[in-house]
């Protein structure tokens, strides 16, 4: 498993903006991607945007032009972007780190503890 530590969240106003960080205890290089989830009341956790160790990346449509996903091996970080914040963003964000894929399962898929996002003015 890998070691994941976020930081960033907080409360924003509305229109506003926040950038998430995650910070894995090994070399990203040894991850095959890594990925922003959420959990907001009343919903079903979601997938909000995910990277690959190509750079190959993919967004849920209601944060697509809004959040930017970002990976930096050399720091052994991924980072999330977001602006034009709305009410429905709040949430529980937790990153998620998954291992190459082997028969059908990943070798490793490791979570942080999440970080509180509030949208509210």
């Known amino acids: 498993q890998v070691r994941l530590v976020e930081s960033g969240g907080g409360l924003v106003q509305p229109g506003g903006s926040l950038k998430l960080s995650c910070a894995a205890s090994r070399s990203t290089f040894n991850i095959d991607s890594m990925a922003w989830y959420r959990h907001g009341p009343g919903k079903e956790r979601e997938l909000v945007a995910r990277?690959?160790?190509?750079?190959?990346?993919e967004y849920a449509g209601s944060v697509k032009g809004r959040f930017t996903i970002s990976r930096d091996n050399a720091k052994n970080t991924v980072d999330l972007q977001m602006n034009s914040l709305k009410a429905e963003d709040t949430a529980v964000y937790y990153c998620n780190a998954k291992g190459p894929p082997w028969d059908g399962r990943f070798l490793f898929d490791s979570w942080g503890q999440g970080t509180q996002v509030t949208v509210s003015s």
């Open positions: 990277v690959s160790s190509r750079g190959d990346t």
